[in-house]
């Protein structure tokens, strides 16, 4: 399976400021996502990132506070805007090969804390 | 809806003890049904998957067969280690011809002492 690498791998950050998370893969795949896991949580998707075009975010999650940027098959962002103590969480980035039914795989994560 | 739900945690049991993590699930269509695993400070592997009915998924000594009467992915081991302790998740993407979301249970956390 692809191997995803993460970074940062972990961040402090202060109140108000912001972080972009990359998400690199070592094969082309078609479809990225990125996750958040909140302390003790399961998983909740933020968004799916699409090739050239805009994301397709979730309920409850918007481009101004998680832009999301894909340039490519193999490369994703996502930034975390004006931080506040709740986006202190792990931001996971995940690909999927092929789409459809198929699982996906995960990176290592990124673990935020905002103070 | 979709939806997947686990037994609460945490399960803690001593080496070498059987394990059960329960997960049923709700769902359209036939979706395809997973378990991955989280060590301390890491992220998301996945442990094993089932695509359809009565499928068996198996890896690293855990397994789980598919059920759909029961609409249930219990996950076992006959016989835990120290290592095996992580967080549990179930998981499934109705499947429905194309790309569908990946719905999380809540997880269960494992404690296996020595």
């Known amino acids: 399976s692809a191997v995803i690498s993460q970074k940062p791998s972990r961040d402090i950050c202060q109140r108000g400021t912001s972080l972009t998370i990359q998400c690199q893969v070592d094969?082309?795949?078609?479809?990225m996502f990125w996750y958040r896991q909140q302390p003790g949580q399961s998983l909740t998707l933020i968004a799916t990132?699409?090739?050239?075009?805009?994301?397709?975010?979730e309920s409850g999650f918007v481009i101004d506070k998680f832009p999301i940027s894909r340039p490519n098959l193999t490369f994703s962002t996502l930034t975390v805007s004006n931080m506040s103590p709740e986006d202190s969480s792990i931001y996971l980035c995940?690909?999927?090969?092929?789409?459809?039914?198929?699982?996906?795989?995960f990176g290592d994560g990124t673990r935020l804390s905002i103070l | 809806g979709n939806s997947v739900t686990q037994m609460e945690g945490p399960v803690t049991l001593s080496e070498e003890a059987f394990l059960t993590i329960n997960c049923t699930y709700t769902?359209?269509?036939?979706?395809?049904l997973f378990w991955y695993v989280q060590y301390p400070g890491e992220g998301l592997q996945l442990l094993l998957k089932?695509?359809?009915?009565?499928d068996k998924g198996s890896n690293k000594g855990f397994e789980a067969t598919y059920r759909k009467e029961t609409t249930s992915f219990h996950l076992e081991k006959g016989s835990v280690q120290v290592s095996d302790s992580a967080v549990y998740f179930c998981?499934?993407?109705?499947?429905?011809?194309?790309?569908?979301?990946?719905?999380f249970g809540a997880g269960t956390r494992l404690a296996v002492h020595p």
């Open positions: 990132a699409n090739q050239g075009s805009e994301a397709t975010y």
């Open positions: 769902a359209t269509g036939y979706p395809s």
């Open positions: 998981a499934l993407i109705p499947f429905s011809g194309g790309y569908n979301k990946l719905i």
């Open positions: 995940s690909v999927s090969e092929s789409g459809g039914n198929q699982p996906q795989h």
């Open positions: 094969s082309q795949v078609t479809m």
């Open positions: 089932a695509t359809k009915a009565d």
